[in-house]
């Protein structure tokens, strides 16, 4: 810990290093990974206005805590009085809070051990005088402490939320005692409450740490609060501490929590029949039963007779639980699971930078979810909305626009809305921000929220990449309407570049980068002419876009530069392309479908039997390819049969060396709109999706259906392997890309 004396020479922030300070404290407020640091006296003195008497927020025996204000939020400064303790006890406080890491335990930031001279007079003379200053940074929690809360009215707080602040204090008191951390001083002025009103334990200034073994110590005496002392503290002159002292302390407040007094001896009957008069059902009486139970053993007299340990409290809990389905109030993030709530998007002159935001449906209905900015201008492509299949974890991916500059600071709070979704019609689905809305407008009040916030940051943070998330049903959203549009149209990927291009309906081509999440360059392939099908041929470091008007752009995406141009036919609307993975040959789908040699100045060598004006057409390794129908059916019936007179759902697969295909593939209930070959333990096989919201895995050799992939809540698009990462990609018309893993396949 830092610490200096009048007779070394002393060390004084600069301006600039009190920012540069400033700035470190402000990033370990928003990433949770960074350790606490040392700070300086004169940075907390700068934050909080010269320790003003306006920003106080609370005041006690030995210390005033102090709001203090950085340019990113709102952190606690802890001013320890003179008088409060030697430094040997203020290193063993800080030791337990370095220790203390979760989600019941108030954050801890950093910390200030530093003497300060100070001018006084004395007998006429002026004197410096030394002052020992010790400070401690925390999180701040808007929502104060639950002494404010905890009133003779149970109105105050309805039961499902006090049984959430109760959950909370025993997971944080059992996360400290499996650290070895008695607190010794647990009383509702010490545990805080955050916006979701989630309990956070706080103040550690009379704990102890014991060693790894140790399970209780010897004293003289024990500093504590009256009425949530134990009484074994007052009965001897030898007081032996163990993890007992904080059950006693645990059980009172629980007994504040269910009766609204202190100190109220009362039964368990008692308690069920003062709550019975309240808005509560029976599954909720089962719980009050519970932990009525659990308080009254926790203050029994007889530290003996207390339950075993806080684990043990965790598991009544856990039980009660399960046998009621209770739901506990947590915010949002109890419909949707979030691993983070600071999204973080190191910062890049003009170029779009990507951030992904797990969300998490744990439940057998789908989950409906709006993502807004509360400021009117933001520096990230929102609003963003869309439904969360049941038992599915959904990556949304949230982009920023372009920026030459970047301010120190750049901060977004963000809203995530969340709401059970009654739709039952899939049409809805993929149809842009009037699903979300009219179910947020039908759904009012009950639909849930939680705050997040989106930052620039100076120092680059990890994000999890496109190569690691290879588990089945990973989802990932790209953040504009445009980009849902092009899903159904063009998209591909270098597998040597590890990139993936996709192609605009303004006649844009974009490069994104997988690895980075970032966007890599642009090119514009046609002024006026919409792009629907495009395609790598990475041996020669081209690209080739096809488009609405039948024409084919060639160019090499290292140069940017236009290689040719050509035609596939007149009125020739091309659906897809395909490129041979040895040879130097182009399939393209139109009316027709073509063979092109570019070796040969891209002659035409061959037209396909299929006339349909609607196809796509992939290449396998070896020299055959495959073909599927995107026009609909037109069904004919009659008294005793019916008959498909144009249009089917089978795919077609053909040879090079025959102008008609050799056999078809039929499995799917709907059109056939993507394929993709891979090549699997030296198997081929054959990937398809299709409107009827599946993807199928044919086995090339038995022409029979491996896998049926069914994650998908709309039509699926898209659909591309990736051998390096032995991972599929899937692309649906709800504007997602799924990832799914082959690793595990046999």
Not at 219 to 231: C, E, F, K, R
Not at 656 to 681: M, Q
Request: hydrophobic share 35%.
């Amino acid at each position: 810990m830092d610490s200096h004396h009048l007779d070394e020479p002393r060390v004084t922030d600069s301006g600039a290093q009190i920012m540069d300070r400033q700035i470190e404290l402000e990033d370990i407020l928003l990433h949770e990974d960074l350790e606490p640091m040392a700070l300086s006296y004169q940075l907390l003195n700068k934050i909080t206005d010269d320790f003003s008497d306006k920003l106080e927020i609370g005041r006690g025996g030995f210390a005033v805590v102090y709001k203090a204000i950085l340019d990113n939020g709102v952190v606690a400064v802890k001013r320890l009085s003179n008088m409060y303790m030697h430094e040997d006890k203020f290193k063993r406080e800080v030791e337990c809070l370095m220790n203390a890491k979760h989600k019941n335990i108030v954050r801890f930031l950093g910390y200030c051990s530093d003497t300060q001279g100070n001018m006084g007079s004395y007998n006429g003379k002026w004197i410096m005088a030394e002052v020992q200053e010790r400070l401690l940074c925390f999180e701040y929690l808007s929502k104060g402490s639950l002494e404010g809360y905890i009133k003779d009215s149970l109105g105050e707080i309805e039961w499902r939320k006090r049984y959430h602040i109760i959950k909370g204090i025993c997971e944080g008191l059992n996360y400290l005692h499996q650290k070895n951390i008695m607190h010794l001083d647990l009383k509702p002025e010490n545990i805080l409450l955050d916006e979701d009103m989630t309990a956070k334990i706080t103040d550690f200034g009379l704990s102890r740490c014991f060693d790894k073994d140790q399970t209780r110590v010897m004293t003289n005496s024990v500093a504590g609060t009256m009425g949530y002392l134990a009484p074994e503290c007052y009965r001897s002159e030898k007081i032996t501490i163990t993890h007992k002292l904080d059950l006693y302390s645990l059980g009172i407040i629980i007994m504040e929590m269910l009766t609204g007094k202190k100190g109220y001896q009362i039964t368990v009957e008692n308690v069920l029949e003062i709550w019975s008069k309240s808005m509560v059902d029976e599954l909720q009486l089962e719980q009050i039963r519970v932990c009525a139970t659990i308080g009254i053993e926790c203050i029994d007299l007889d530290p003996a007779k207390r339950p075993a340990s806080m684990s043990h409290i965790i598991d009544r809990l856990t039980e009660i639980e399960c046998s009621t389905h209770a739901i506990s109030i947590g915010g949002t993030s109890e419909l949707l699971l979030l691993q983070q709530v600071t999204l973080c998007f190191p910062f890049q002159p003009n170029k779009v930078i990507m951030c992904p935001l797990e969300l998490t449906n744990n439940i057998d209905k789908r989950i409906a979810f709006r993502l807004t900015d509360k400021s009117t201008e933001s520096f990230i492509n929102l609003p963003l909305h869309g439904l969360v299949p049941p038992n599915t974890t959904y990556t949304l991916v949230l982009t920023t626009k372009e920026k030459k500059d970047r301010p120190r600071k750049y901060i977004a709070d963000l809203i995530l809305q969340s709401v059970i979704s009654s739709l039952c019609d899939d049409s809805y689905i993929g149809n842009g921000e009037s699903l979300p809305n009219s179910i947020f407008h039908e759904t009012g009040n009950a639909a849930q929220m939680v705050k997040l916030k989106a930052l620039y940051t100076q120092r680059q943070h990890n994000t999890t990449s496109l190569s690691n998330a290879i588990m089945p049903t990973i989802k990932i959203i790209f953040s504009t309407e445009k980009n849902r549009e092009l899903l159904r149209h063009s998209l591909d990927i270098n597998h040597a570049k590890k990139w993936i291009t996709m192609g605009y309906q303004d006649g844009i081509v974009v490069f994104w980068d997988y690895e980075t999440q970032s966007k890599v360059d642009w090119l514009k392939v046609s002024a006026d002419d919409e792009i629907v099908c495009i395609k790598f041929i990475a041996r020669k470091q081209w690209i080739v876009a096809g488009t609405l008007n039948g024409n084919i752009h060639v160019y090499n995406y290292e140069e940017m530069k236009r290689i040719t141009s050509f035609t596939a036919g007149t009125y020739e609307s091309l659906q897809s392309l395909a490129v041979h993975p040895t040879r130097p040959y182009l399939l393209s789908a139109g009316i027709y479908i073509k063979l092109w040699n570019w070796d040969h100045g891209w002659e035409c060598i061959r037209t396909f039997e299929y006339e349909d004006y609607k196809k796509i057409v992939g290449f396998s390794p070896n020299d055959t390819f495959a073909s599927t129908s995107m026009v609909h059916p037109i069904v004919e019936c009659t008294k005793f049969e019916s008959y498909v007179i144009e249009g089917d759902y089978t795919v077609k697969v053909w040879s090079l060396d025959s102008p008609k295909y050799e056999y078809a593939l039929d499995g799917h209930s709907n059109r056939v709109v993507c394929l993709d070959f891979l090549t699997y333990h030296g198997h081929d096989f054959l990937v398809t999706g299709s409107d009827d919201k599946t993807a199928k895995i044919w086995y090339l050799e038995t022409k029979e259906c491996a896998y049926t992939l069914e994650a998908f809540v709309s039509p699926v698009t898209s659909v591309l392997y990736q051998p390096d990462l032995q991972t599929l990609f899937t692309g649906s018309n709800d504007g997602a890309i799924y990832l799914w893993s082959t690793a595990n396949c046999r």
